[in-house]
């Protein structure tokens, strides 16, 4: 697939135009200077050509030792790709475009300038002014009024089918989406990059470098994923101004997306009502999960001991998490990787127990004996169970059909949850049942 780059300096609409041309609201927008830092990526279809559009974040003069980190992903970023978008506010030129302009020259790749901001058609002639920096093509545009969008979509479209990049038909195949989740700073870029075998994300001991959600496609042990490291969720006591706020809700939305949810905890901290607090949003919101804890290289050493911390940090976890014991907790190192392979079999095996669906006849055995003995040791209990059925997967829905649903105590409902993980495991994946009264 062809890879799209939009470059330019910050506040000039490139988050806009990444956002308009994929058709949502994946890059956070702001006033504020130099919001983008990570590389978001998105997939463009259009009518002749799929492509990867690369949303980077904004050429700014400090030279500061985290600015140059973020500088470092945009060159790399530009050197892969095979068309860059060059955003200007067409308003008014600044100096700093033309330096821009000479690093695009140096890569020999072509070049698109959109000239931003220019909101009516009285407007349109100041693109002109933009010829100057050395490029055939420029585009009168204002994403806000969606001016000029057509032109760009048509000319993309023609160069890269020069580039004999053309859409083909592809057979879909089923992604295991995989949201990294957290309390900032624990780890969840490096955790990303790890996986991913080169530094997709920025990692930096500052918090809140990750601000976006970014995400990518690639293999693992065959099978194909869609992996999605998100901003640190803070409290909402903690968040502090709008960046932060649509940081936080960007990733409760990634969440959404996911299938399965990876939660990193700092292995040299323990678990806080913050992280709980995530866990029980995962589970609410029907996702599977995976407990991870982090900088085990910090912890574990050369002898049996380090099984016997893992067993006693899992036990502790699960006393701390109560009711959520079915998650399973895993012990790695982003930094060397030390256990990734482990974490990513649970992963494996959480997603299939999230997709799997219980064949009826066999759901109506186990339920025959289960209850029948339950029935033996309750006499008493006036509630009849005639079958059941699961009527959904991801996350596994059951409908258990009964005589009255006032016969229903409060704990039976946590009792028929333990009872279906007993017998068909579902390992990380919440469950719902829901009771019907027959006829």
């Keep these: ?138 585009i009168p545009f204002s994403v806000s009024h969606k001016r000029g969008y057509i032109q760009i979509n048509e000319i993309i479209e023609d160069m890269l089918s020069h580039l004999q990049y053309v859409k083909e038909d592809m057979p879909e195949e089923n992604e295991i989406k995989i949201s990294i989740v957290g309390k900032p700073n624990v780890g969840k870029s490096l955790l990303i990059n790890r996986l991913l075998g080169y530094e997709r994300s920025i990692v930096s001991d500052i918090p809140g470098t990750t601000r976006d959600s970014v995400d990518d496609v690639f293999r693992y042990s065959g099978y194909l994923i869609r992996l999605i490291d998100t901003a640190g969720l803070k409290r909402k006591s903690k968040v502090t101004g709008s960046v932060e706020y649509y940081s936080n809700v960007r990733t409760v939305q990634t969440i959404e997306k996911s299938n399965v949810v990876i939660m990193l905890i700092d292995a040299a901290e323990q678990i806080t009502q913050q992280d709980r607090k995530i866990i029980e949003m995962v589970i609410r919101k029907g996702k599977a999960l995976v407990i991870a804890y982090n900088k085990w290289d910090l912890k574990r050493t050369r002898s049996n001991d380090d099984y016997r911390q893992m067993e006693g940090t899992r036990k502790l976890t699960y006393k701390e998490i109560g009711i959520y014991h079915f998650v399973p907790v895993e012990f790695i190192s982003a930094m060397d990787g030390y256990r990734i392979d482990k974490l990513m079999e649970t992963v494996f095996r959480v997603d299939r127990d999230y997709h799997y669906r219980v064949p009826t006849a066999v759901l109506n055995e186990w339920l025959a004996k289960e209850f029948r003995e339950t029935n033996a040791k309750r006499p008493s209990s006036n509630l009849r169970i005639y079958y059941a059925t699961q009527i959904y997967s991801a996350p596994p829905k059951f409908m258990f059909f009964i005589n009255k649903k006032e016969y229903v105590r409060k704990d039976f409902p946590r009792q028929a949850e333990n009872k279906l993980r007993e017998a068909f495991e579902f390992t990380g994946t919440p469950i719902k049942i829901i009771f019907k009264e027959k006829g």
């Design 1 to 138: 697939m062809p890879v799209v780059a939009i470059v330019g300096r910050p506040n000039v609409g490139k988050s806009s135009l990444f956002n308009l041309l994929i058709g949502e609201r994946k890059s956070i927008v702001d006033k504020m200077e130099g919001v983008t830092r990570d590389i978001n990526i998105g997939i463009v279809r259009t009518g002749q050509v799929s492509y990867k559009l690369l949303d980077t974040a904004g050429y700014i003069e400090k030279r500061d030792k985290f600015n140059k980190l973020v500088q470092e992903k945009i060159k790399e970023a530009i050197e892969g790709t095979d068309l860059i978008l060059f955003i200007v506010d067409g308003r008014t030129p600044n100096p700093f475009d033309e330096d821009i302009a000479l690093i695009l020259k140096r890569e020999q790749k072509p070049v698109i300038i959109i000239a931003n901001k220019l909101d009516n058609s009285d407007m349109e002639v100041l693109a002109d002014q933009f010829y100057h920096l050395g490029f055939d093509t420029i």
